[in-house]
């Protein structure tokens, strides 16, 4: 059974204070790691897929790393807008009977103060 | 280009009733996933459907079932509500159901009292 563990749970940072987000996963297979952004009430916004060890991606002031265990987002000099909280889901292989699927961890929830 | 959109926004049920929520997906795109998401919890799958077909499936019981039509639109039925369906419920739509990424609609907050 995949399963993901993402820490810290809760994150508060002063502006401009950099730092990363944790995404530990066990799965059989790896078909993608995803890394979306949910602010309150509202749907995952997607923000990047990884798909190897080593891979990396980058969008403005987040990138997001992948090893063969654990995935890190990390946050370069954060603004207030940059407050929600981040997921972290895997699609696991066909024979663990979960490659259509994305199975996520509870989230971060990142705070940044002005 | 269209997003993920999903009705109604809110809904208030009682238990032991049906529900329906609705679910449009993106240009483009044939498959639709729906997700279950309890408060403070990542979403949760539900199943997933390619070309009107269920095919994939999460721990959910039979009362939670599905329908996807051929314009790619889908619903998401579940029977004699309890009150842990309580949730948000998240439709997502992808353009291959086994590859790539998923992209969310902004749910249905379904409250059973």
């Known amino acids: 059974e995949d399963q993901v563990t993402q820490s810290p749970e809760a994150l508060r940072l002063q502006e401009g204070e950099s730092s990363s987000l944790n995404c530990s996963y066990t799965?059989?297979?790896?078909?993608?790691l995803f890394w979306y952004r949910q602010d309150p009430g509202k749907g995952p916004e997607f923000l990047f897929t990884l798909y190897s060890a080593g891979e990396e991606k980058e969008k403005e002031r987040l990138k997001a790393t992948l090893t063969k265990k654990e995935s890190f987002l990390h946050i370069t000099a954060p603004k207030p807008e940059d407050s929600a909280t981040y997921l972290c889901a895997v699609r696991g292989g066909f024979s663990s009977g979960s490659a259509r699927q994305l199975t996520f961890g509870s989230g971060t929830q990142l705070t940044v103060l002005p | 280009e269209t997003g993920v959109t999903q009705s109604p926004t809110h809904l208030i049920k009682t238990r032991g009733q049906q529900v329906t929520l609705r679910c449009s997906s993106q240009s483009g795109h044939n498959t639709v996933s729906w997700y279950q998401q309890a408060l403070g919890q990542g979403p949760q799958f539900i199943f997933q459907y390619y070309r009107e077909e269920e095919n994939g499936r999460g721990n959910f019981p039979p009362r939670f079932s599905g329908l996807q039509f051929p314009n790619y639109s889908s619903e998401l039925n579940v029977n004699a509500l309890e009150l842990d369906d309580s949730a948000l419920y998240l439709c997502?739509?992808?353009?291959?159901?086994?590859?790539?990424?998923?992209?969310f609609g902004p749910g249905t907050r379904l409250t059973v009292t």
């Open positions: 997502a739509s992808s353009a291959t159901g086994d590859l790539g990424e998923q992209y």
């Open positions: 799965v059989s297979g790896l078909r993608g």
